[in-house]
């Protein structure tokens, strides 16, 4: 049993939706979807910094009709609040965007980023 390398990336919960663990002591618990452990070989290098090169995949892949490009645009800028003109809290995360996307840019992650910036601006005025 156990790893026969140090892996590269965990994630739990599958591909598309699931989360990056930190830490290889994570439990499996009853709801857990998944748990793929990857070697240095099969994880892509992510490209830093990519570009959207406006290919409109992501937005056309979307299963709430949304507009993923706007949330990582606005998300990079540091405008999380205008996320909400496009109707952020709707997005289900379901990672498409993230998946079809040519340039690489990690949605997803700007998506989560966003819902949790509002969130914690929301909390910090009660």
Known sequence: ?????????????????????????TPVIKGTAAILVLSSDSVAKQVKNSVCIH????????????????????????????????????CMECGSCTYICPAGIPIIQHIRTSKAKIREKKNTKK
């Open 1 to 25: 049993g156990g790893l026969k390398e140090r892996p590269a990336k965990i994630i739990s919960g599958g591909p598309m939706m699931g989360f990056a663990q930190w830490n290889p002591d």
């Open 55 to 90: 290919c409109g995949n992501c937005v056309r892949v979307c299963p709430m009709h949304l507009m993923p490009n706007y949330y990582s645009m606005y998300t990079r800028k540091g405008l999380y609040e205008r996320c909400l003109d496009f109707d952020l809290m709707s």
